[in-house]
Nanobody, 117 residues
Framework: QVQLVESGGGLVQPGGSLRLTCAASVEAFGAYAMRWFRQAPDQQRELVAFISSGTGANTIYEDSVKGRFTISRDNAKNTVDLQMNSLKPEDTAIYYC?????????WGQGTQVTVSS
């Protein structure tokens, strides 16, 4: 049974920072690539960041977050983080952690990020 639990969301002013963490209950966590998605009200869920399996040497970002967000992983702790800097109101969304085994996609419950003055 795979479980993903996100934390770290909250209310922040424009220009501020937040660090999201996804804790995964899964065997061989390091074998899986990980992703962060977000979904704003009345919008489709979109991919924000990707990190490859193993050392996480390969990362990919959605264009609007490049240079502001950084995804990282700690295989010893079974966690994947999303460091978000220079936040903008348009970053407001529920952020979800995703793990895809190839047979099934798993999602966390999401964590709300609100960027507002």
């Amino acid at each position: 049974q795979v479980q993903l639990v996100e934390s770290g969301g909250g209310l922040v002013q424009p220009g501020g920072s937040l660090r999201l963490t996804c804790a995964a209950s899964v065997e061989a966590f390091g074998a899986y690539a990980m992703r962060w998605f977000r979904q704003a009200p009345d919008q489709q869920r979109e991919l924000v960041a990707f990190i490859s399996s193993g050392t996480g040497a390969n990362t990919i970002y959605e264009d609007s977050v490049k240079g502001r967000f950084t995804i990282s992983r700690d295989n010893a702790k079974n966690t994947v983080d999303l460091q978000m800097n220079s936040l903008k109101p348009e970053d407001t969304a529920i952020y979800y952690c995703n793990l895809n085994t190839g047979r099934r996609a798993y999602w966390g419950q999401g964590t709300q990020v609100t960027v507002s003055s």
